[in-house]
């Protein structure tokens, strides 16, 4: 197995990935390890088994960096989808890929196998998964049976008011 390029800058990562996309080995860090980076100087989280350090982003993040600090040095996967974030944040450039989660390399590897490398962020799950791929696109359907309902509604009052 190829080492990880996470560490490299990101033109050289993507060029390495785009002449290999074999399986790396990344280094896997430990439940114990990633709580011990939980301060306001020094944060990771692991999202979908993999760790980051979001530590330099954190005073630019749009919600505040309360929001990170709040789920620093654990699993936050849920709360990061909760947020529905954009393509564009999870390919954020001051993130930085430390590692595997540990008890996660199964996940990684399937991420691998459907498509995920290091150069494009933090795994979009529902894409991975055959999914729509965007937070919008899992909304359309409630969204557009909401639009129905209160056109059905406004068109019953009209037409009651016609009257």
Same mark, same amino acid.
């Given at each position: 197995?190829?080492?990880?390029?996470?560490?490299?800058?990101?033109?050289? %990562?993507?060029?390495?990935?785009?002449?290999?996309?074999?399986?790396?080995?990344?280094?896997?860090?430990?439940?114990?390890?990633?709580?011990? *980076?939980?301060?306001?100087?020094?944060?990771?989280?692991?999202? *979908?088994?993999?760790? &980051?350090?979001?530590?330099?982003?954190?005073?630019? *993040?749009? #919600?505040?960096?309360?929001?990170?600090? %709040?789920?620093?040095?654990?699993?936050?996967?849920?709360?990061?989808?909760?947020?529905?974030?954009?393509?564009?944040?999870?390919?954020?450039?001051?993130?930085?890929?430390?590692?595997? =989660?540990?008890?996660?390399?199964?996940?990684?590897?399937?991420?691998?196998?459907?498509? &995920?490398?290091?150069?494009? #962020?933090?795994?979009?799950?529902? %894409?991975?998964?055959? #999914?729509?791929?965007?937070?919008?696109?899992?909304?359309?359907?409630?969204?557009?049976?909401?639009?129905?309902?209160? #056109?059905?509604?406004?068109?019953?009052? =009209?037409?009651?008011?016609?009257?």
């Amino acid at each position: 197995a190829r080492p990880c390029l996470s560490a490299a800058p990101p033109d050289f %990562a993507r060029r390495a990935v785009a002449r290999s996309i074999a399986p790396c080995t990344m280094r896997v860090v430990s439940k114990a390890e990633l709580a011990k *980076h939980a301060s306001a100087n020094d944060i990771w989280i692991a999202l *979908h088994g993999l760790v &980051w350090d979001v530590t330099k982003f954190l005073p630019n *993040h749009p #919600g505040g960096p309360e929001i990170v600090e %709040a789920v620093a040095g654990r699993e936050a996967s849920a709360e990061f989808e909760d947020a529905l974030h954009s393509a564009a944040s999870r390919k954020e450039e001051t993130v930085t890929l430390i590692g595997i =989660y540990e008890d996660c390399e199964d996940m990684v590897q399937q991420w691998r196998e459907k498509g &995920w490398s290091e150069e494009k #962020g933090i795994p979009d799950v529902d %894409a991975l998964s055959g #999914g729509s791929g965007s937070a919008f696109a899992s909304l359309a359907l409630p969204l557009g049976a909401a639009l129905m309902a209160v #056109g059905i509604v406004a068109v019953a009052m =009209y037409m009651r008011n016609k009257k």
